[in-house]
């Protein structure tokens, strides 16, 4: 089973700043197809920003952008905005058996 | 407009049971793999069970031990959960998330409901 770690756990940073999120897998992803990202504010649902590892979901803003391959991937938020603050978590798919993970999730505070 | 909504959560005692549901509807629902995820209080997100359109192939996380059964009513757009012998590490949020363009990733997510598992 492939786990997932996200650094750091809690990120705090200032409207208008980048921001870049990691996440390292325990093994090499099969394909980067596999990884995706999403958001959750308090009390709401997650939703999906990036799948594939960089494609954006239907209505992401182009501020919100992924990228890596095998073990490491990065979702990187180009110019922090107020509703950015949330929590991220990374999440990939495995076929052999068929099961998902996710990250343990990093936390994005206003400084 | 895509729309899943879960219904069924509450307080249960440890050893209990508890059938949820997820109504869809925005979409074919009979096309798509359907979810389960769940979150506890304070925590990140856990995946609980998948089941394909058909019904035919459902799959679970090992930490459930064969307690909990995914099904689906593709004439009634609906998932379900059912849940037996509910433990407290059980309490949870639980999502009801739709996989309607690969299977790799969960596009829509319900708001959830919470299952409380106390004595």
């Known amino acids: 089973e492939i786990v997932l770690t996200q650094s750091p756990g809690t990120l705090s940073l200032s409207p208008g700043e980048r921001a870049t999120l990691s996440c390292r897998a325990s093994?090499?992803?099969?394909?980067?197809?596999?990884l995706a990202w999403y958001q959750q504010k308090p009390g709401q649902a997650p939703r999906l920003l990036i799948y594939g590892a960089s494609s954006r979901a239907t209505g992401i803003p182009d501020r919100f952008s992924g990228s890596g391959s095998g073990t490491d991937f990065t979702l990187t938020i180009s110019r922090l905005e107020p509703e950015d603050f949330a929590v991220y978590y990374c999440?990939?798919?495995?076929?052999?058996?068929?099961?998902?993970?996710f990250g343990q999730g990093t936390k994005l505070e206003i400084k | 407009e895509v729309q899943l909504v879960e219904s069924g959560g509450g307080l249960v005692k440890p050893g209990g049971s508890l059938r949820l549901s997820c109504a869809a509807s925005g979409f074919t629902f009979s096309y798509y793999t359907m979810n389960w995820v769940r979150q506890a209080p304070g925590k990140g997100l856990e995946w609980v069970s998948s089941i394909s359109s058909s019904g035919t192939s459902k799959y679970f996380a090992d930490s459930l031990k064969g307690r909990f059964t995914i099904s689906r009513d593709n004439t009634k757009n609906s998932l379900y959960l059912q849940m037996n012998n509910l433990r407290a590490e059980d309490t949870a949020v639980y999502f009801c998330?739709?996989?309607?363009?690969?299977?790799?990733?969960?596009?829509?997510w319900g708001q959830g409901t919470l299952v409380t598992v106390s004595s």
């Open positions: 093994q090499s992803v099969s394909s980067s197809n596999y």
């Open positions: 998330a739709s996989a309607t363009n690969s299977w790799y990733y969960f596009d829509f």
């Open positions: 999440q990939q798919y495995g076929s052999s058996p068929l099961m998902y993970t």
